[in-house]
């Protein structure tokens, strides 16, 4: 798969792939994208950033072998000004897809070994900034610790997660993802 640098041309037109990445995804308080962009501060913290994203994969990213499936929340939404959000994420099993043989297997697991909720913590409107890492937080759990203790919960909710999970800052993730693979090891 190529990867395209900003200065890439959209030949044809006077455009160039930052033009469309502009245009297409600058929003990225979004939820589409802010679950995006949460995979990628993720990954960045962890350093697995030299292959692009495969959309609709099983897991997110890989660190150290270990599969690590990324969920974001924000309590403020590009689309709603009304009320907070109820934060909430999805923990829910999930069938594997395989590309080679075109079909999805017969059971649903969840297929990654740690598990990373990102949440957008920050409540003002007018101060959110889904750039800025210090209006987030992070929560690490093994998956075997979901599996154990909401063996068949779709979703866990904001309080639940922080019985099982402290929050801890951007900077931490590394610290914090080495930590819990020897807890799983």
């Not at 929003?27 to 960045?44: A, K």
């Not at 101060?127 to 203790?149: A, D, R």
């Not at 909710?157 to 020897?182: C, F, G, V």
Request: with cysteine.
């Amino acid at each position: 798969m190529k990867k395209f640098s900003p200065d890439t041309e959209i030949l044809g037109t006077p455009y160039f792939i930052s033009d469309f990445w502009s245009w297409g995804f600058s929003d990225v308080l979004m939820n589409s994208l802010r679950g995006i962009f949460s995979e990628f501060l993720v990954g960045s913290a962890l350093e697995v950033l030299e292959k692009p994203r495969i959309e609709w994969d099983t897991y997110d990213l890989v660190y150290k072998d270990k599969k690590i499936e990324v969920k974001s929340a924000a309590y403020i939404q590009s689309w709603h000004r009304g009320k907070y959000s109820k934060i909430s994420f999805d923990i829910g099993a999930k069938k594997f897809y395989d590309y080679d043989k075109n079909s999805y297997s017969v059971d649903a697991l969840r297929h990654a070994d740690i598990y990373i909720f990102c949440l957008l913590k920050e409540k003002d409107f007018n101060q959110v900034n889904v750039l800025n890492t210090e209006h987030w937080s992070f929560y690490i759990v093994p998956t075997q610790t979901l599996n154990n203790i909401h063996p068949c919960q779709k979703s866990i909710s904001l309080s639940t997660l922080e019985k099982i999970s402290q929050p801890i800052p951007y900077h931490q993730i590394k610290k914090s993802t080495d930590i819990a693979i020897t807890e799983i090891n």
